[in-house]
């Protein structure tokens, strides 16, 4: 279905392709590279399944006892309390990130380069260290309050609960929205704006009318992303006490040690997270098929003058780079200098770094291999089962850290015990944790491809695993690298499956942070937070980077 | 050049996986310990025992909490041989699924009987007590109430500090739920609540708090006022402990047990008797000023000492139950 | 500035535009008439597209004014937006929103209420012969229908003007010249204003009821279609409008002395010049001591190509009527029919 679609969206051609297909489709009925990449994606669609199945063992184990703790009033409204923030989130970032997006591609808005880097970083700042922060601002006894305090603000707003944990990870990770909002901006075609301006509409309507419409599937992507982030978020929702999944799955983990109560309500969240992926699914899947017809007529559309509303525009983006990334950053500097002046021993950052850096690099590049065959089939292939692989892997993306690791350590430990608390094994974790994330962007860029291209490859004589070579995945390069520096990031991040999977004595940075966080000392928490975010920084240069090279290349 | 490039990746990739293969086969079989207590505050008390025992020590650090829940998960095939925890409901967590061996008695007899677990599986390392911190400045000793329960009286409105979602706290009201009755410990903390008790984030937020005067007294563990005291003598507070056994004076420990997996359970448990030794006791006592669990090792002059406090009476794995804790703190409005 | 005087539906004077310090256009100067169908015929890069969105108010010149209907729409401190100028456009991928019916896309620019809307845009669909395709989406539809229905979408809310980027060029051959017809037909019956921009010279001239060369950012010759092929105005305009033969010459007030002997000039002119010979103006006829040799011939049907080398050594392409019957090698006189262009030789 996605398939005929796609083809026919090219519109004028389609007559000579329906021609041009129908002997095709017979040759490539029985296609051995299709059988292998099945395969392939589903044996590692089958590894990210690995935790959902030992939640299903260890939740078979509590009965029927589970089942009456899984529908008491209490789990319900943490039930209800995550699917609400999950929505809110989800809702928010596409507030904020569209907004930025359009800023940042489509108006003359001063320093704009700046502001685009500037108001992605939010999304390196791991949110355990960004909720701390957050609480060390506006908290009851925070920065705020002391420096409201003399203006005769006795009080600020309660920040603990859902309005805490809900901006937040909003802060966190519009990113996630902005970014393929930006790429879907840079890849329409201005020539639909401009005939519905043409047809008398005005700026705001055609916005409206024309340019959201276009960005349904990219919105809807990056929606998922902020959504499947908090539903599986425990920094932040813990540091904010709010009673989300994470946090009472991870109360019922660590402080009461039942471990099947964890893992039903575990279940319960995969439930979450399918009933949100087929949501997505939907939404997305009716602007499908919206790539451009041809090159020809590719122009950039022409900045819009922003006039006096640079200056509120100026405005939001100040707002949110001073409170997602100068707030941070500088409460960090101010603890690390701080600690200094006292004489505070700071931890070598070193070998932590290199091992953070190591690791995640591993696994950015594995997970951007695992993650072609299932985008692949999930695009390419009109069989069902074929396209729910593609789909499937995002289970893993849902589940906290903490659940995905125990998963690891019970089946390392007693089926693989050679290769368990060892490098492989914690990259294999990160993978099933971020999989979903390189699939997303390799899947997005794979939509933009005209099948035509492919077609014509194997009209010159490609086989279909060299047309996947040689042009499909040249063509998807910049998707491909933006996910696997998005996986790089995540891990760089990632606490709980750092700490329970790594081999033992391989120190990381997240550790490190966790350690300084357990003993309270803060210039210690700053030194390794800071390399965190620089190093992580970097990643999404490399993301803004290949960015512009697809928009220039169109 | 791109070719070589990707050619590199593919070695780096291949290389790596090959070389950490590799590292797991060669292992040298030291002793392994999972410890909840943070690096840098047993970290150099261990390298001194592989320095003077000549027995390598591989340490993995995570929570407590999370290593209890590790070892749960690997079961038998555990490569772990120590488990050090910060509190007694991990360890009881562990013993109460038949994963920790039974140590020897002259072990288990070096620390008070309170302080190990009633079937010899762990032993404690230090004690931490539940005190009342409260401002020299604005109140004398002779003031201060005699038991926790009295802190609901309104005479106390306003000037008492807390931190609830502190794990130290959660497992004191998990005791009074066990000493004193459901229905009571509900009743404290919908008074305590009623009463305007201050929340804070963590127990040095509390201490400080009564520093500043900001409020009067607070519920936290012993050392966070030594933290304070080591950068200023002077400051205007000091721990009071509630007397005659009550249950504001409730007293936990960080302690340990040997894996029942662990193939070196001697040496392992030479490590526990060993942390039990003098070097590692004093350690604990100057670094941390935790109490140390054996006779004849100084304690600060400014810390009561153990013998001294009248504590409650209570088995300590039974402070596990933190689920229905939490459900009684945010049922009474204590946790938002 | 006013231009009230002149009744002309658009008047382009003096238009710059640069873009990235390439300048696009150097100065273009146009002005349409009501009621006509104007080409904006050009090889690319000619800046005919520029000039295009630049009437569209998509983008603005850098200097020089722009008119619609008596009215400033751009120039110094006049930017009206694309929205307010009631200026159709049909785009050249048609640019039809992928997420809306056929009908909604021709109900886009309609005002009314919603039963209104659809109305017209059905009445609209129905006049183009698309009646019953409305409910359907437009990546359904085959190239010369999406053409249609872009064509309805523009003319929906009866714009002043109507503006084509390369409107058959997406089309095959067979299509194209159905396409056209119909499309012309549907604008004569619209009686709008129309420019429409091309590389198609044929195109160009088939369609529009004037024609603008434009060469190098700017507007080389305006006319008919007849007077640019026949009286370029330029030898640039004259190679890039039809097919066309160069013979250095010298002219000498009504005649030019050239290859072919001497030659009737249309306009007086003296001096070196180059002589335009279009090839249908070539008669050949069979002679033993011709002067031009037959090299090629490629044969048509309804006509044929011929290819020539005179004694002198110069080659020159001749059209021929079917009937000729010659062949590769054969001796022919050349005679040349009517009054020829020449251009002074720079």
């Excluded at chain 1, 993306?397 to 368990?420: M, R």
């Excluded at chain 2, 998990?174 to 004193?180: G, I, P, S, Y």
């Excluded at chain 3, 209104?116 to 539809?141: N, Y």
């Excluded at chain 3, 011939?297 to 110069?314: D, K, P, S």
Aim: hydrophobic residues 50%.
């Amino acid at each position: 279905m996605q398939l005929t679609r796609s083809i026919f969206g090219s519109g004028s051609d389609a007559r000579w392709l329906t021609a041009l297909r129908a002997p095709m489709r017979r040759v490539r009925r029985r296609s051995r590279t299709m059988s292998i990449l099945t395969l392939i994606a589903a044996l590692t669609v089958a590894v990210t399944l690995l935790p959902i199945a030992y939640l299903a063992v260890r939740a078979l184990g509590s009965g029927s006892e589970g089942l009456a703790y899984a529908l008491s009033p209490r789990t319900l409204a943490v039930v209800g309390n995550s699917i609400a923030l999950a929505a809110a989130v989800a809702i928010s970032a596409a507030l904020v990130g569209v907004p930025f997006a359009w800023l940042t591609t489509r108006t003359t808005l001063p320093l704009r380069r700046f502001w685009l880097v500037a108001g992605s970083l939010p999304m390196v700042i791991p949110s355990y260290i960004g909720a701390m922060i957050f609480i060390a601002a506006f908290g009851p006894r925070g920065l705020a309050a002391d420096l409201l305090a003399p203006l005769g603000v006795e009080k600020l707003p309660p920040i603990y609960g859902f309005v805490g944990a809900w901006l937040s990870i909003t802060l966190f990770t519009y990113p996630f929205v902005a970014l393929p909002v930006r790429a879907a901006l840079l890849n329409t075609d201005p020539a639909q704006e401009e005939a519905a301006r043409s047809l008398g509409l005005r700026r705001r309507a055609v916005f409206w009318q024309v340019t959201l419409p276009q960005l349904r599937p990219a919105l809807a992507a990056g929606m998922l992303l902020s959504a499947l982030y908090a539903l599986s978020d425990f920094g932040a929702v813990a540091l904010m006490r709010f009673d989300a999944f994470t946090r009472v799955i991870y109360t019922q983990y660590t402080s009461s040690f039942d471990r099947e109560r964890a893992a039903v309500l575990a279940l319960m969240l995969v439930a979450v997270t399918v009933a949100i992926l087929v949501l997505e699914r939907r939404v997305s899947r009716r602007g499908g098929g919206n790539y451009r017809a041809g090159t020809g007529c590719a122009r950039r559309s022409v900045p819009i003058r922003l006039g006096v509303w640079a200056i509120p525009a100026l405005l939001f983006c100040v707002l949110l780079v001073g409170v997602g990334v100068a707030l941070p950053v500088g409460l960090l500097g101010s603890w690390l200098l701080r600690g200094a002046a006292v004489g505070a021993e700071l931890s070598p950052v070193v070998t932590p770094t290199l091992n953070s850096l190591s690791a995640s690099l591993l696994s950015a590049l594995a997970s951007a291999l695992l993650a072609i065959p299932p985008a692949y089939l999930a695009l390419r292939s009109r069989s069902r089962f074929r396209q729910w692989l593609g789909s499937a892997a995002y289970l893993g993306n849902a589940l906290p850290g903490l659940v995905v690791a125990l998963a690891f350590v019970f089946f390392a430990s007693n089926f693989l015990p050679s290769l368990y608390q060892t490098m492989p094994i914690l990259i294999l974790g990160y993978c099933t944790r971020f999989l979903p994330l390189s699939i997303g962007a390799t899947r997005s860029a794979l939509t933009q491809i005209n099948p035509r291209l492919e077609d014509a490859g194997r009209g010159l004589g490609l086989r279909r695993w060299q047309v996947i070579l040689r042009i499909t995945a040249p063509l998807a390069r910049a998707g491909i690298t933006s996910g696997a520096a998005l996986v790089f990031l995540s891990a760089m991040k990632e606490l709980p499956t750092t700490l329970l999977l790594a081999p033992t004595g391989f120190e990381t940075l997240p550790a490190d942070i966790w350690t300084a966080t357990s003993e309270a000392r803060f210039a210690q928490i700053a030194a390794p937070a800071l390399f965190l975010v620089v190093v992580a920084a970097l990643s999404l240069m490399v993301m803004l980077w290949q960015e512009r090279q697809t928009a220039d290349r169109l | 050049m791109r070719k070589t490039f990707r050619l590199f990746t593919l070695l780096v990739f291949f290389g790596s996986i090959a070389a950490s293969l590799l590292a797991a086969a060669q292992d040298a079989s030291p002793l392994v310990v999972y410890s909840g207590r943070s690096e840098g505050l047993i970290a150099p008390i261990l390298e001194q025992f592989s320095a003077e025992t000549g027995i390598p020590v591989e340490v993995r650090y995570g929570g407590t909490a999370e290593m209890a829940a590790t070892l749960l998960e690997e079961g038998a095939n555990s490569p772990a041989d120590v488990f050090i925890a910060q509190d007694a409901g991990a360890l009881g967590a562990l013993a109460q699924a038949g994963l920790l061996a039974s140590l020897k008695p002259e072990t288990v007899a070096l620390v008070p009987a309170a302080f190990a677990s009633p079937d010899n599986v762990w032993v404690g390392l230090s004690g931490r007590a539940r005190v009342l911190v409260y401002n020299t400045e604005v109140l004398g000793e002779d003031q201060l109430p005699a038991s926790i329960t009295d802190l609901v009286d309104p005479a106390w409105a306003r000037r008492v500090g807390w931190a609830p979602t502190n794990a130290s706290l959660q497992a004191h009201v998990t005791a009074l739920r066990v000493l004193l009755g459901e229905d009571a410990a509900r009743a404290w903390l919908e008074a305590m609540v009623a009463n305007g008790t201050q929340s804070y984030d963590n127990n040095r937020a509390v201490v400080q708090a009564v520093i500043d005067g900001e409020i009067e007294v607070g519920l936290v563990n012993h050392y966070y006022l030594f933290g304070f005291l080591a950068e200023d003598p002077d400051v205007p507070a000091a721990n009071y402990f509630f007397p005659d056994g009550d249950v504001g004076s409730l007293i936990n420990i960080a302690g340990a047990g040997v894996l029942a997996t662990s193939d070196q359970a001697d040496a392992a448990e030479s490590l526990i008797v060993w942390l039990l030794g003098e070097s590692a006791q004093t350690y604990f006592a100057e670094q941390t000023y935790e109490y140390p669990m054996i006779d004849g090792v100084a304690i600060d002059a400014r810390l009561t000492p153990l013998d001294e406090i009248q504590s409650p009476e209570i088995d300590l794995t039974d402070l596990s139950d933190l689920e229905a804790t939490l459900e009684l703190l945010s049922e009474t409005g204590a946790l938002p | 500035m006013t231009f009230s005087t002149d009744s002309s539906a658009l008047i382009c004077s003096a238009l710059t535009k640069t873009f990235a310090d390439t300048p696009v256009l150097r100065g273009v100067d146009l002005a349409v008439p009501p009621g006509a169908v104007v080409a904006l015929l050009g090889p690319s890069g000619c800046g005919k597209t520029t000039t295009l969105r630049l009437i569209a108010g998509f983008d603005f010149p850098d200097s020089g004014d722009i008119v619609i209907n008596g009215r400033h729409v751009a120039g110094t401190g006049v930017q009206i937006a694309a929205e307010n100028r009631r200026v159709g456009m049909v785009f050249q991928e048609y640019a039809l929103f992928p997420h809306r019916s056929v009908l909604d896309n021709v109900a886009f620019g309609l005002g009314g209420s919603a039963r209104d809307r659809r109305a017209q845009a059905a009445a609209l669909l129905e006049r183009i012969g698309l009646a019953g395709v409305g409910d359907r989406m437009p990546h359904g539809l085959s190239g010369g229908q999406q053409q249609r229905v872009a064509l309805a979408r523009a003319l929906a809310p009866k714009p002043e003007l109507l503006l084509l980027d390369e409107p058959f060029s997406n089309l095959d051959a067979g299509l194209r010249a159905q396409v056209r017809s119909e499309v012309r037909t549907i604008l004569s019956r619209a009686g709008i204003t129309s420019i429409f921009v091309t590389h198609d010279q044929e195109e160009a001239l088939s369609f529009a009821d004037n024609v603008a060369v434009m060469l190098e950012g700017r507007v080389a010759q305006f006319g008919s279609p007849s007077t640019i092929y026949r009286t370029p105005v330029s030898r640039e305009v004259a190679a890039f409008v039809g097919e066309a033969n160069f013979l250095p010459g010298e002219a000498r007030g009504d005649v030019v002395y050239c290859a072919l002997g001497a030659l009737r000039l249309g306009a007086p002119l003296n001096g070196a010049v180059d002589v335009l010979i279009r090839p249908e103006m070539i008669d050949l006829h069979p002679q033993e001591d011709g002067a031009a040799v037959v090299l090629w011939r490629e044969y048509y049907g309804y006509t044929q190509r011929v290819g020539l080398r005179l004694a002198g050594g110069a080659a020159l392409t001749a059209r021929v009527g079917a009937r000729w019957e010659g062949a590769v090698g054969d001796t022919v006189a050349v005679t040349i029919s009517g009054a020829v262009c020449a251009f002074p030789r720079r």
